[in-house]
């Protein structure tokens, strides 16, 4: 079973840093992409940033220029580099793991959520 595991969130005032990690483990097939989204209190969870097979990342437009995803694709591992936070960031941030064969099903693995809170 394929395990994906989030650390380095924490409560943070406005303006400051955190540095998010998420390790994937016991992985059979490719992954082909590893991101974060979040899920704030009454919201939909959403899209933060995420490295696709290849290199190319994708950024929500409200996190652009803050935030920077990078992956260690030795150690099956994708950090968020989160700067100059703001209340609104404050969400549970959850990392995700697609996995699977070139041209074939791909599965979606979802680590527990880790707690971001800004404080204003």
């Known amino acids: 079973q394929v395990q994906v595991a989030e650390s380095g969130g924490g409560l943070v005032q406005a303006g400051g840093s955190l540095r998010l990690s998420c390790a994937a483990s016991r992985i059979i097939f490719d992954i082909n992409a590893m991101g974060w989204h979040r899920q704030a209190p009454g919201k939909q969870r959403e899209l933060v940033a995420v490295?696709?097979?290849?290199?190319?990342?994708n950024y929500a437009d409200s996190v652009k220029g803050r935030f920077t995803i990078s992956r260690d694709n030795a150690k099956n591992t994708v950090y968020l580099q989160m700067n100059s936070l703001e209340p609104e960031d404050t969400a549970v941030y959850y990392c995700?793991?697609?996995?699977?064969?070139?041209?074939?099903?791909?599965?979606?693995?979802w680590g527990q959520g880790t707690q971001v809170t800004v404080s204003s």
């Open positions: 995700n793991v697609r996995s699977g064969v070139r041209n074939g099903p791909q599965y979606d693995y």
């Open positions: 490295i696709i097979s290849g290199g190319r990342i």
